[in-house]
Protein backbone atom coordinates (compact mmCIF):
# COMPACT_ATOMS: atom_id res chain seq x y z
CA UNK A 1 0.00 0.00 0.00
CA UNK A 2 3.02 2.34 0.38
CA UNK A 3 2.77 3.32 -3.46
CA UNK A 4 -0.44 5.29 -2.43
CA UNK A 5 -1.10 8.34 -0.99
CA UNK A 6 -3.81 9.06 1.16
CA UNK A 7 -6.31 11.57 0.01
CA UNK A 8 -8.88 14.24 1.39
CA UNK A 9 -9.58 15.09 4.86
CA UNK A 10 -10.25 14.32 8.70
CA UNK A 11 -12.47 16.55 10.80
CA UNK A 12 -13.38 16.29 14.53
CA UNK A 13 -16.64 17.80 15.59
CA UNK A 14 -17.42 18.48 18.86
CA UNK A 15 -21.37 16.98 20.13
CA UNK A 16 -21.10 18.35 23.94
CA UNK A 17 -19.24 21.10 25.77
CA UNK A 18 -16.91 18.43 27.54
CA UNK A 19 -15.42 16.54 24.70
CA UNK A 20 -11.79 16.15 24.69
CA UNK A 21 -10.21 18.01 22.21
CA UNK A 22 -6.62 18.60 20.78
CA UNK A 23 -4.76 20.74 17.93
CA UNK A 24 -1.58 18.96 17.50
CA UNK A 25 -1.28 18.29 14.21
CA UNK A 26 -5.01 19.95 13.38
CA UNK A 27 -6.29 23.11 12.12
CA UNK A 28 -9.26 25.16 13.65
CA UNK A 29 -11.98 25.38 11.02
CA UNK A 30 -14.90 26.75 12.92
CA UNK A 31 -15.57 24.68 16.12
CA UNK A 32 -14.03 21.63 14.57
CA UNK A 33 -11.06 20.71 13.85
CA UNK A 34 -9.84 19.69 10.34
CA UNK A 35 -6.93 17.46 9.41
CA UNK A 36 -6.50 17.73 5.19
CA UNK A 37 -4.10 15.45 3.33
CA UNK A 38 -2.01 15.50 0.26
CA UNK A 39 -4.32 15.62 -2.97
CA UNK A 40 -3.20 14.58 -5.80
CA UNK A 41 -2.04 16.54 -9.18
CA UNK A 42 -4.28 17.39 -12.03
CA UNK A 43 -7.80 18.73 -12.55
CA UNK A 44 -9.11 19.72 -8.75
CA UNK A 45 -11.83 21.88 -7.27
CA UNK A 46 -10.64 21.09 -3.93
CA UNK A 47 -10.18 24.40 -1.56
CA UNK A 48 -10.88 26.10 1.94
CA UNK A 49 -13.14 29.60 1.53
CA UNK A 50 -14.46 31.85 4.18
CA UNK A 51 -16.55 34.61 4.34
CA UNK A 52 -18.10 36.55 7.39
CA UNK A 53 -19.10 33.83 9.80
CA UNK A 54 -19.85 30.75 6.79
CA UNK A 55 -16.48 29.07 5.67
CA UNK A 56 -16.29 25.73 3.19
CA UNK A 57 -14.18 22.77 2.24
CA UNK A 58 -14.83 21.23 -0.93
CA UNK A 59 -13.12 18.26 -2.12
CA UNK A 60 -13.00 16.63 -5.35
CA UNK A 61 -14.56 18.55 -9.02
CA UNK A 62 -17.38 20.37 -9.25
CA UNK A 63 -18.47 19.83 -13.45
CA UNK A 64 -21.08 22.90 -13.59
CA UNK A 65 -18.35 25.59 -11.07
CA UNK A 66 -18.34 27.46 -14.36
CA UNK A 67 -21.97 28.09 -14.42
CA UNK A 68 -22.85 28.20 -10.75
CA UNK A 69 -20.26 31.22 -10.51
CA UNK A 70 -22.11 32.96 -13.27
CA UNK A 71 -25.34 32.08 -12.25
CA UNK A 72 -24.68 33.35 -8.54
CA UNK A 73 -22.72 36.53 -9.54
CA UNK A 74 -19.35 35.25 -8.07
CA UNK A 75 -15.89 35.58 -8.77
CA UNK A 76 -14.89 31.95 -7.23
CA UNK A 77 -16.39 28.52 -6.75
CA UNK A 78 -16.36 29.04 -2.70
CA UNK A 79 -18.28 32.16 -2.72
CA UNK A 80 -20.55 30.42 -5.05
CA UNK A 81 -21.54 27.75 -2.50
CA UNK A 82 -21.83 29.78 0.39
CA UNK A 83 -25.00 31.68 -1.48
CA UNK A 84 -26.05 28.62 -2.42
CA UNK A 85 -26.05 27.49 1.23
CA UNK A 86 -28.02 30.50 1.90
CA UNK A 87 -30.55 30.50 -0.79
CA UNK A 88 -31.17 26.55 0.00
CA UNK A 89 -29.93 25.90 3.48
CA UNK A 90 -29.01 22.43 3.92
CA UNK A 91 -30.29 21.60 0.32
CA UNK A 92 -27.82 23.53 -1.17
CA UNK A 93 -25.22 20.55 -3.02
CA UNK A 94 -28.52 19.92 -5.26
CA UNK A 95 -27.50 22.43 -7.05
CA UNK A 96 -23.81 20.61 -7.71
CA UNK A 97 -23.00 18.04 -10.18
CA UNK A 98 -19.65 15.87 -10.52
CA UNK A 99 -18.02 14.17 -7.63
CA UNK A 100 -17.68 16.10 -4.69
CA UNK A 101 -17.74 16.06 -0.99
CA UNK A 102 -16.91 18.48 1.81
CA UNK A 103 -18.77 20.28 4.94
CA UNK A 104 -20.05 24.00 5.44
CA UNK A 105 -19.46 25.78 8.95
CA UNK A 106 -22.19 28.43 9.86
CA UNK A 107 -21.07 29.85 12.88
CA UNK A 108 -23.96 32.57 12.97
CA UNK A 109 -26.28 28.98 13.29
CA UNK A 110 -23.72 27.57 15.01
CA UNK A 111 -24.42 24.58 12.61
CA UNK A 112 -21.92 22.07 10.59
CA UNK A 113 -23.05 20.62 7.42
CA UNK A 114 -21.15 17.18 6.03
CA UNK A 115 -22.39 16.70 2.34
CA UNK A 116 -21.29 13.98 -0.03
CA UNK A 117 -22.46 13.90 -3.78
CA UNK A 118 -25.89 12.64 -5.17
CA UNK A 119 -24.83 9.26 -5.74
CA UNK A 120 -21.88 8.59 -3.30
CA UNK A 121 -19.19 8.64 -5.80
CA UNK A 122 -16.70 10.80 -3.20
CA UNK A 123 -17.48 8.79 -0.04
CA UNK A 124 -17.88 10.19 3.83
CA UNK A 125 -17.24 8.01 6.65
CA UNK A 126 -18.69 9.05 9.92
CA UNK A 127 -18.53 7.67 13.41
CA UNK A 128 -19.46 9.34 17.41
CA UNK A 129 -16.55 8.52 19.93
CA UNK A 130 -18.29 7.71 24.21
CA UNK A 131 -17.05 10.91 25.11
CA UNK A 132 -18.80 13.26 22.87
CA UNK A 133 -17.09 14.20 18.92
CA UNK A 134 -18.13 13.10 15.83
CA UNK A 135 -15.49 11.47 13.53
CA UNK A 136 -15.31 12.24 9.88
CA UNK A 137 -12.95 11.37 7.23
CA UNK A 138 -12.91 10.64 3.11
CA UNK A 139 -11.17 7.56 3.55
CA UNK A 140 -12.14 4.56 5.73
CA UNK A 141 -8.52 3.59 6.48
CA UNK A 142 -8.23 7.30 8.34
CA UNK A 143 -11.65 7.01 10.13
CA UNK A 144 -10.36 3.74 11.13
CA UNK A 145 -6.83 5.26 12.44
CA UNK A 146 -8.99 7.93 13.96
CA UNK A 147 -11.37 5.70 15.58
CA UNK A 148 -8.15 4.24 17.49
CA UNK A 149 -6.29 8.29 18.13
CA UNK A 150 -9.74 8.92 19.84
CA UNK A 151 -9.35 5.83 22.74
CA UNK A 152 -12.33 3.46 20.12
CA UNK A 153 -11.79 0.37 20.41
CA UNK A 154 -12.50 -1.33 16.71
CA UNK A 155 -15.08 -4.00 16.40
CA UNK A 156 -16.73 -5.87 13.89
CA UNK A 157 -19.95 -6.14 12.72
CA UNK A 158 -20.53 -9.27 12.20
CA UNK A 159 -23.87 -8.34 9.25
CA UNK A 160 -21.44 -6.03 7.51
CA UNK A 161 -19.32 -9.67 6.93
CA UNK A 162 -21.97 -11.53 5.34
CA UNK A 163 -22.62 -8.82 3.41
CA UNK A 164 -19.41 -9.06 2.28
CA UNK A 165 -19.82 -12.85 2.17
CA UNK A 166 -23.19 -12.57 0.03
CA UNK A 167 -22.80 -9.61 -1.97
CA UNK A 168 -19.39 -9.05 -2.23
CA UNK A 169 -20.17 -5.09 -1.12
CA UNK A 170 -22.65 -4.02 1.84
CA UNK A 171 -26.39 -3.63 1.51
CA UNK A 172 -26.43 -0.65 3.06
CA UNK A 173 -24.52 2.16 4.82
CA UNK A 174 -22.93 -0.29 7.33
CA UNK A 175 -18.72 -0.81 7.21
CA UNK A 176 -16.79 -3.51 8.85
CA UNK A 177 -16.12 -1.17 11.83
CA UNK A 178 -19.54 -1.65 14.24
CA UNK A 179 -20.77 1.89 14.38
CA UNK A 180 -19.11 3.70 11.75
CA UNK A 181 -21.09 4.05 8.82
CA UNK A 182 -20.97 5.62 4.66
CA UNK A 183 -23.04 8.70 4.51
CA UNK A 184 -25.48 7.53 2.39
CA UNK A 185 -25.96 9.22 -1.38
CA UNK A 186 -27.49 12.77 -1.77
CA UNK A 187 -27.21 13.29 2.38
CA UNK A 188 -26.21 15.39 4.38
CA UNK A 189 -25.06 15.51 7.90
CA UNK A 190 -26.60 18.17 9.85
CA UNK A 191 -24.78 18.91 13.03
CA UNK A 192 -26.29 21.55 15.93
CA UNK A 193 -27.19 22.06 19.27
CA UNK A 194 -25.03 18.69 20.15
CA UNK A 195 -26.13 16.11 17.97
CA UNK A 196 -26.08 15.07 14.41
CA UNK A 197 -28.96 14.37 11.64
CA UNK A 198 -29.36 13.02 8.24
CA UNK A 199 -30.53 14.66 5.73
CA UNK A 200 -31.86 13.60 2.16
CA UNK A 201 -31.55 16.34 -0.31
CA UNK A 202 -31.42 13.89 -3.36
CA UNK A 203 -33.76 11.21 -4.15
CA UNK A 204 -33.10 8.73 -6.93
CA UNK A 205 -37.06 7.97 -8.40
CA UNK A 206 -37.83 5.69 -11.19
CA UNK A 207 -41.85 6.04 -11.38
CA UNK A 208 -42.41 5.88 -15.00
CA UNK A 209 -43.80 8.16 -16.93
CA UNK A 210 -45.72 8.54 -20.54
CA UNK A 211 -42.91 9.12 -22.80
CA UNK A 212 -42.43 8.50 -26.85
CA UNK A 213 -39.57 7.04 -28.10
CA UNK A 214 -38.58 10.35 -30.01
CA UNK A 215 -39.06 12.08 -26.30
CA UNK A 216 -36.73 9.33 -24.78
CA UNK A 217 -34.17 9.23 -27.41
CA UNK A 218 -34.06 12.76 -28.00
CA UNK A 219 -34.13 13.76 -24.45
CA UNK A 220 -31.46 11.32 -23.59
CA UNK A 221 -29.32 12.54 -26.30
CA UNK A 222 -28.94 16.23 -24.95
CA UNK A 223 -28.47 15.40 -21.52
CA UNK A 224 -25.71 13.10 -22.05
CA UNK A 225 -23.85 15.51 -24.49
CA UNK A 226 -24.37 17.95 -21.57
CA UNK A 227 -22.83 15.66 -19.43
CA UNK A 228 -19.76 14.46 -21.39
CA UNK A 229 -19.13 19.19 -22.50
CA UNK A 230 -18.92 19.37 -18.77
CA UNK A 231 -16.50 16.69 -17.78
CA UNK A 232 -14.08 17.48 -20.83
CA UNK A 233 -14.43 21.12 -20.30
CA UNK A 234 -12.80 20.83 -16.95
CA UNK A 235 -9.72 19.11 -18.70
CA UNK A 236 -9.62 22.44 -20.90
CA UNK A 237 -10.26 24.49 -17.91
CA UNK A 238 -6.77 22.79 -15.70
CA UNK A 239 -5.02 22.49 -19.51
CA UNK A 240 -4.75 18.62 -18.99
CA UNK A 241 -4.45 16.13 -21.23
CA UNK A 242 -7.95 14.19 -21.95
CA UNK A 243 -8.18 10.79 -20.43
CA UNK A 244 -10.85 7.72 -21.31
CA UNK A 245 -11.20 4.54 -19.94
CA UNK A 246 -12.39 2.45 -23.15
CA UNK A 247 -13.00 -1.40 -23.59
CA UNK A 248 -15.32 -3.23 -25.89
CA UNK A 249 -18.89 -2.36 -24.12
CA UNK A 250 -21.08 0.45 -25.33
CA UNK A 251 -21.23 2.94 -22.37
CA UNK A 252 -17.37 4.09 -22.66
CA UNK A 253 -17.52 3.81 -26.57
CA UNK A 254 -20.18 6.57 -25.99
CA UNK A 255 -18.22 8.86 -23.68
CA UNK A 256 -15.60 8.50 -26.72
CA UNK A 257 -17.77 9.19 -29.60
CA UNK A 258 -19.54 11.98 -28.05
CA UNK A 259 -16.28 13.57 -26.88
CA UNK A 260 -14.89 13.53 -30.48
CA UNK A 261 -18.10 14.95 -31.83
CA UNK A 262 -18.10 17.85 -29.49
CA UNK A 263 -14.27 18.54 -30.78
CA UNK A 264 -12.20 17.40 -27.29
CA UNK A 265 -9.73 15.12 -29.84
CA UNK A 266 -6.59 15.47 -27.69
CA UNK A 267 -8.22 12.43 -25.63
CA UNK A 268 -5.44 8.98 -24.58
CA UNK A 269 -8.06 5.81 -24.39
CA UNK A 270 -6.82 3.28 -21.77
CA UNK A 271 -7.92 -0.30 -21.59
CA UNK A 272 -6.25 -3.23 -19.59
CA UNK A 273 -6.95 -6.87 -18.85
CA UNK A 274 -5.85 -10.20 -21.22
CA UNK A 275 -3.73 -9.63 -24.08
CA UNK A 276 -6.09 -10.69 -27.23
CA UNK A 277 -9.61 -10.83 -25.46
CA UNK A 278 -12.25 -9.11 -27.43
CA UNK A 279 -12.56 -6.04 -25.34
CA UNK A 280 -9.22 -5.07 -26.12
CA UNK A 281 -8.99 -5.65 -29.41
CA UNK A 282 -12.50 -3.79 -29.86
CA UNK A 283 -11.13 -1.01 -27.88
CA UNK A 284 -7.97 -0.44 -30.11
CA UNK A 285 -10.01 -0.64 -33.72
CA UNK A 286 -11.87 2.39 -32.43
CA UNK A 287 -9.31 4.28 -31.34
CA UNK A 288 -7.59 3.75 -34.34
CA UNK A 289 -10.17 4.35 -36.70
CA UNK A 290 -11.15 7.69 -34.51
CA UNK A 291 -6.90 8.57 -34.62
CA UNK A 292 -6.53 8.74 -30.73
CA UNK A 293 -3.69 7.30 -28.79
CA UNK A 294 -4.42 4.33 -27.05
CA UNK A 295 -2.41 2.60 -23.48
CA UNK A 296 -3.19 -0.67 -23.46
CA UNK A 297 -1.69 -2.35 -19.73
CA UNK A 298 -1.95 -6.11 -20.24
CA UNK A 299 -2.05 -8.08 -16.73
CA UNK A 300 -1.82 -11.39 -18.42
CA UNK A 301 -1.87 -14.34 -15.92
CA UNK A 302 -3.86 -12.70 -12.67
CA UNK A 303 -0.45 -11.89 -10.37
CA UNK A 304 -2.27 -8.43 -9.98
CA UNK A 305 -4.47 -10.72 -8.00
CA UNK A 306 -1.48 -11.47 -5.45
CA UNK A 307 -2.26 -8.06 -3.55
CA UNK A 308 -5.24 -8.09 -2.21
CA UNK A 309 -4.18 -4.85 0.64
CA UNK A 310 -4.06 -2.39 -2.13
CA UNK A 311 -7.34 -2.41 -3.81
CA UNK A 312 -9.15 -2.33 -0.29
CA UNK A 313 -6.94 0.48 1.08
CA UNK A 314 -9.02 2.31 -1.97
CA UNK A 315 -12.49 1.21 -1.13
CA UNK A 316 -12.42 0.68 2.77
CA UNK A 317 -12.83 -2.73 2.49
CA UNK A 318 -16.66 -2.26 1.51
CA UNK A 319 -16.08 -4.37 -1.82
CA UNK A 320 -14.42 -7.48 -3.14
CA UNK A 321 -10.74 -6.34 -3.98
CA UNK A 322 -10.97 -8.41 -7.37
CA UNK A 323 -13.51 -5.53 -8.88
CA UNK A 324 -10.49 -3.10 -8.08
CA UNK A 325 -7.15 -5.32 -8.00
CA UNK A 326 -7.33 -4.88 -11.90
CA UNK A 327 -7.88 -1.19 -12.21
CA UNK A 328 -5.63 -0.16 -9.04
CA UNK A 329 -2.71 -1.86 -10.83
CA UNK A 330 -3.05 -0.37 -14.29
CA UNK A 331 -3.31 2.85 -12.25
CA UNK A 332 -0.50 2.57 -10.45
CA UNK A 333 1.53 2.12 -13.52
CA UNK A 334 0.82 5.19 -15.18
CA UNK A 335 1.95 8.75 -14.93
CA UNK A 336 -0.69 11.08 -14.45
CA UNK A 337 1.20 14.89 -14.58
CA UNK A 338 -0.42 15.62 -17.77
CA UNK A 339 -3.76 13.96 -17.67
CA UNK A 340 -6.87 15.66 -16.32
CA UNK A 341 -10.24 13.73 -15.14
CA UNK A 342 -10.48 10.12 -15.60
CA UNK A 343 -13.42 10.30 -17.93
CA UNK A 344 -15.58 6.32 -17.81
CA UNK A 345 -18.98 5.44 -18.15
CA UNK A 346 -18.93 3.53 -14.55
CA UNK A 347 -22.72 2.68 -13.56
CA UNK A 348 -24.08 3.61 -16.59
CA UNK A 349 -26.74 1.31 -15.90
CA UNK A 350 -28.55 3.79 -13.77
CA UNK A 351 -29.33 5.62 -16.94
CA UNK A 352 -29.73 2.87 -19.82
CA UNK A 353 -32.52 1.23 -17.44
CA UNK A 354 -30.05 -2.24 -17.70
CA UNK A 355 -31.58 -3.08 -14.15
CA UNK A 356 -34.82 -3.71 -15.88
CA UNK A 357 -35.61 -7.08 -17.17
CA UNK A 358 -39.60 -6.70 -17.72
CA UNK A 359 -41.82 -4.94 -19.56
CA UNK A 360 -42.78 -3.42 -15.97
CA UNK A 361 -41.07 -3.19 -12.42
CA UNK A 362 -40.34 -6.33 -10.25
CA UNK A 363 -40.14 -6.60 -6.62
CA UNK A 364 -36.86 -6.49 -5.55
CA UNK A 365 -35.16 -9.91 -5.45
CA UNK A 366 -31.70 -9.96 -3.56
CA UNK A 367 -30.58 -13.63 -5.31
CA UNK A 368 -30.15 -11.87 -8.32
CA UNK A 369 -27.32 -9.70 -7.43
CA UNK A 370 -25.37 -11.76 -4.62
CA UNK A 371 -21.93 -13.20 -5.95
CA UNK A 372 -22.87 -15.92 -3.39
CA UNK A 373 -26.11 -17.31 -2.25
CA UNK A 374 -24.07 -20.39 0.56
CA UNK A 375 -24.75 -17.65 3.37
CA UNK A 376 -27.68 -15.80 2.23
CA UNK A 377 -29.91 -17.19 5.57
CA UNK A 378 -27.46 -15.52 7.73
CA UNK A 379 -28.73 -11.77 6.90
CA UNK A 380 -32.36 -12.88 5.88
CA UNK A 381 -33.95 -10.05 8.38
CA UNK A 382 -31.43 -7.65 7.31
CA UNK A 383 -32.39 -8.37 3.55
CA UNK A 384 -35.90 -8.18 3.99
CA UNK A 385 -35.69 -4.64 6.06
CA UNK A 386 -33.84 -3.02 2.45
CA UNK A 387 -36.58 -4.48 0.15
CA UNK A 388 -38.76 -2.19 2.25
CA UNK A 389 -37.10 0.57 1.04
CA UNK A 390 -37.11 0.27 -2.16
CA UNK A 391 -40.36 -0.06 -4.86
CA UNK A 392 -39.12 -2.31 -7.12
CA UNK A 393 -36.10 -4.30 -8.48
CA UNK A 394 -34.51 -0.98 -10.19
CA UNK A 395 -34.24 0.79 -7.48
CA UNK A 396 -32.73 -1.72 -5.09
CA UNK A 397 -30.22 -2.82 -7.53
CA UNK A 398 -28.86 0.97 -8.30
CA UNK A 399 -28.90 1.65 -4.29
CA UNK A 400 -27.05 -1.54 -3.70
CA UNK A 401 -25.67 -3.72 -6.49
CA UNK A 402 -24.60 0.01 -8.25
CA UNK A 403 -24.10 2.71 -5.58
CA UNK A 404 -22.73 0.20 -3.05
CA UNK A 405 -20.61 -2.15 -5.55
CA UNK A 406 -20.22 -0.76 -9.05
CA UNK A 407 -19.02 2.71 -7.57
CA UNK A 408 -15.83 0.21 -7.07
CA UNK A 409 -14.70 1.69 -10.24
CA UNK A 410 -14.88 5.07 -9.39
CA UNK A 411 -13.23 4.39 -5.50
CA UNK A 412 -9.50 2.62 -6.97
CA UNK A 413 -9.07 5.77 -9.07
CA UNK A 414 -9.18 8.64 -6.71
CA UNK A 415 -5.84 7.89 -4.70
CA UNK A 416 -4.40 8.86 -8.47
CA UNK A 417 -6.76 10.87 -9.95
CA UNK A 418 -10.20 12.69 -10.26
CA UNK A 419 -12.90 11.02 -11.99
CA UNK A 420 -15.72 12.00 -14.27
CA UNK A 421 -18.84 9.84 -14.89
CA UNK A 422 -21.04 11.21 -17.31
CA UNK A 423 -24.04 8.64 -17.36
CA UNK A 424 -24.82 9.61 -13.23
CA UNK A 425 -24.90 13.13 -14.31
CA UNK A 426 -27.98 13.65 -12.33
CA UNK A 427 -29.65 15.65 -15.24
CA UNK A 428 -29.31 13.01 -17.45
CA UNK A 429 -29.96 10.22 -14.73
CA UNK A 430 -33.36 12.13 -13.55
CA UNK A 431 -35.08 12.02 -16.63
CA UNK A 432 -33.98 8.60 -17.98
CA UNK A 433 -35.06 7.04 -14.88
CA UNK A 434 -38.58 7.77 -15.55
CA UNK A 435 -38.89 6.41 -19.02
CA UNK A 436 -41.31 3.27 -19.09
CA UNK A 437 -39.91 -0.28 -17.92
CA UNK A 438 -40.37 -1.10 -22.20
CA UNK A 439 -37.76 1.54 -22.60
CA UNK A 440 -35.72 0.57 -20.51
CA UNK A 441 -35.83 -3.13 -20.91
CA UNK A 442 -32.64 -4.23 -23.30
CA UNK A 443 -31.59 -1.10 -22.74
CA UNK A 444 -33.48 0.29 -25.85
CA UNK A 445 -34.15 3.24 -25.54
CA UNK A 446 -30.20 3.69 -25.36
CA UNK A 447 -29.64 1.56 -28.18
CA UNK A 448 -32.07 3.92 -30.15
CA UNK A 449 -30.23 6.90 -29.48
CA UNK A 450 -26.79 5.38 -30.40
CA UNK A 451 -28.09 4.27 -34.12
CA UNK A 452 -29.85 7.57 -34.54
CA UNK A 453 -26.67 10.43 -33.09
CA UNK A 454 -23.90 7.87 -33.07
CA UNK A 455 -24.59 5.19 -35.97
CA UNK A 456 -20.47 5.05 -36.10
CA UNK A 457 -19.76 3.44 -33.15
CA UNK A 458 -22.32 0.60 -34.09
CA UNK A 459 -19.95 -0.47 -36.42
CA UNK A 460 -17.59 -2.17 -33.83
CA UNK A 461 -19.18 -5.37 -32.45
CA UNK A 462 -20.47 -5.05 -28.93
CA UNK A 463 -18.81 -7.58 -26.80
CA UNK A 464 -21.94 -8.75 -24.97
CA UNK A 465 -23.64 -9.94 -28.03
CA UNK A 466 -21.02 -10.69 -30.19
CA UNK A 467 -23.15 -8.44 -32.78
CA UNK A 468 -23.24 -4.79 -33.92
CA UNK A 469 -25.42 -3.21 -31.34
CA UNK A 470 -27.84 -1.53 -33.77
CA UNK A 471 -32.17 -2.27 -33.31
CA UNK A 472 -31.78 -4.68 -35.62
CA UNK A 473 -29.48 -6.98 -33.88
CA UNK A 474 -31.95 -6.26 -30.78
CA UNK A 475 -34.87 -7.54 -32.23
CA UNK A 476 -32.68 -10.55 -33.30
CA UNK A 477 -31.23 -11.16 -30.20
CA UNK A 478 -34.72 -11.11 -27.81
CA UNK A 479 -35.75 -13.99 -29.61
CA UNK A 480 -35.12 -17.66 -28.96
CA UNK A 481 -33.18 -19.13 -31.77
CA UNK A 482 -30.56 -16.10 -30.68
CA UNK A 483 -30.91 -17.04 -27.26
CA UNK A 484 -29.80 -21.16 -28.27
CA UNK A 485 -26.95 -20.23 -30.52
CA UNK A 486 -25.56 -17.60 -26.77
CA UNK A 487 -25.88 -20.67 -25.03
CA UNK A 488 -24.29 -22.89 -27.35
CA UNK A 489 -21.73 -20.61 -28.02
CA UNK A 490 -20.59 -20.16 -24.55
CA UNK A 491 -20.23 -23.68 -23.84
CA UNK A 492 -18.04 -23.75 -26.95
CA UNK A 493 -16.12 -21.33 -25.46
CA UNK A 494 -15.59 -22.57 -22.00
CA UNK A 495 -14.51 -25.78 -23.77
CA UNK A 496 -12.31 -24.72 -26.45
CA UNK A 497 -11.03 -22.42 -23.97
CA UNK A 498 -9.88 -24.67 -20.16
CA UNK A 499 -6.05 -24.12 -21.72
CA UNK A 500 -6.21 -20.30 -22.59
CA UNK A 501 -7.78 -17.48 -21.53
CA UNK A 502 -11.58 -16.90 -22.94
CA UNK A 503 -11.51 -14.02 -25.73
CA UNK A 504 -14.66 -12.91 -24.47
CA UNK A 505 -13.34 -12.10 -20.53
CA UNK A 506 -11.00 -9.18 -20.21
CA UNK A 507 -10.33 -10.36 -16.39
CA UNK A 508 -10.75 -13.88 -16.62
CA UNK A 509 -9.82 -14.72 -13.20
CA UNK A 510 -11.44 -18.39 -12.72
CA UNK A 511 -8.75 -19.67 -15.47
CA UNK A 512 -6.31 -17.46 -14.14
CA UNK A 513 -6.35 -19.95 -10.93
CA UNK A 514 -6.93 -22.54 -12.67
CA UNK A 515 -3.95 -22.63 -15.33
CA UNK A 516 -1.45 -20.13 -12.28
CA UNK A 517 -0.45 -22.52 -10.01
CA UNK A 518 1.45 -20.02 -8.27
CA UNK A 519 -1.31 -17.75 -8.21
CA UNK A 520 -3.77 -20.10 -6.64
CA UNK A 521 -0.92 -21.57 -4.19
CA UNK A 522 0.12 -17.86 -3.47
CA UNK A 523 -4.01 -17.14 -2.25
CA UNK A 524 -4.27 -20.06 -0.38
CA UNK A 525 -1.02 -19.71 1.67
CA UNK A 526 -2.53 -15.90 2.23
CA UNK A 527 -5.94 -17.00 3.42
CA UNK A 528 -4.32 -19.47 6.01
CA UNK A 529 -1.86 -16.53 7.31
CA UNK A 530 -5.24 -14.08 7.23
CA UNK A 531 -7.50 -16.54 9.14
CA UNK A 532 -4.88 -17.27 12.13
CA UNK A 533 -4.98 -13.75 12.57
CA UNK A 534 -8.23 -13.24 12.57
CA UNK A 535 -10.05 -12.48 15.67
CA UNK A 536 -13.57 -13.31 14.76
CA UNK A 537 -16.06 -15.74 16.00
CA UNK A 538 -15.72 -19.29 14.90
CA UNK A 539 -18.87 -19.71 13.22
CA UNK A 540 -17.83 -16.78 10.59
CA UNK A 541 -14.39 -18.61 10.30
CA UNK A 542 -15.82 -21.41 9.50
CA UNK A 543 -17.77 -19.75 7.05
CA UNK A 544 -14.70 -18.45 5.33
CA UNK A 545 -13.09 -21.79 5.60
CA UNK A 546 -16.27 -23.31 3.31
CA UNK A 547 -16.29 -20.64 1.13
CA UNK A 548 -12.36 -21.18 0.50
CA UNK A 549 -12.08 -24.19 0.26
CA UNK A 550 -15.37 -24.91 -2.49
CA UNK A 551 -14.69 -24.61 -6.64
CA UNK A 552 -15.82 -20.89 -6.67
CA UNK A 553 -13.13 -17.90 -7.23
CA UNK A 554 -15.20 -15.91 -6.20
CA UNK A 555 -16.25 -17.16 -3.22
CA UNK A 556 -12.23 -17.56 -2.35
CA UNK A 557 -11.51 -13.82 -3.00
CA UNK A 558 -14.99 -13.04 -1.04
CA UNK A 559 -13.27 -14.95 2.22
CA UNK A 560 -10.01 -13.22 1.34
CA UNK A 561 -11.49 -9.87 0.86
CA UNK A 562 -12.95 -9.99 4.65
CA UNK A 563 -10.27 -11.42 6.18
CA UNK A 564 -7.89 -8.82 5.05
CA UNK A 565 -10.09 -5.60 5.55
CA UNK A 566 -10.57 -7.05 8.79
CA UNK A 567 -7.17 -7.37 9.55
CA UNK A 568 -6.15 -3.76 7.88
CA UNK A 569 -8.99 -2.26 9.31
CA UNK A 570 -10.55 -3.60 12.55
CA UNK A 571 -7.31 -5.17 14.07
CA UNK A 572 -4.00 -3.31 13.11
CA UNK A 573 -4.80 0.19 13.54
CA UNK A 574 -5.66 -1.04 17.31
CA UNK A 575 -2.96 -2.64 17.79
CA UNK A 576 -0.36 0.45 16.23
CA UNK A 577 -2.01 2.82 18.41
CA UNK A 578 -1.58 0.77 21.41
CA UNK A 579 1.88 -0.47 20.63
Not at 517 to 527: E, F, G, I, V
Request: net charge neutral.
Amino acid sequence: MNNISPYGFDAVIPLTNGARMTSRGWDNFGSSLLRTRDRISGVSDTMRYSADLCSVLLDGVVTNSYELVNEMACTNLGSAIIKLYDKYGKNFPNYLRGNFCGFLVDESKKTTIIFTNHFGARPIFYSQDREGVLLISTDFASLSRLLAEWGCTNTLDETAAYYLLSFGYMLDRRTLIAGAFKLNPGSVLVVQSGSFDMHRYYKYDNESREMSERQAVDGFYERFMQAVARGFKKDVEFGRRHISLLSGGLDSRLVIFAAHSLGFRDLLTLSFGQSGCYDVEIAKAISVDLRLDHLFLPLDGGDYLRDIATPLYCNGGLIIYSGAAHAVRAYSRMDWGALGLLHNGNLADISHGDYVDDIKHTPPSAKFWAYSTRLLYKIAENIEAEYKKYPNQESFAVHTRGINGIMNGSYSALPFCETDEPFMDVDLVDFCSKFPPVLKKGEKAFLMMIEKYFPKSTMYPWQRWGLRPTMRNYRLTSGFAYKVFKRLRLEYLAISHKKKPPRFDMNPMGHWIRTNKDLASALLTRYQILRRASECSEHLLRDCDAMASGDSPIELMQALTFLEAEREFVLKQDRVVNK
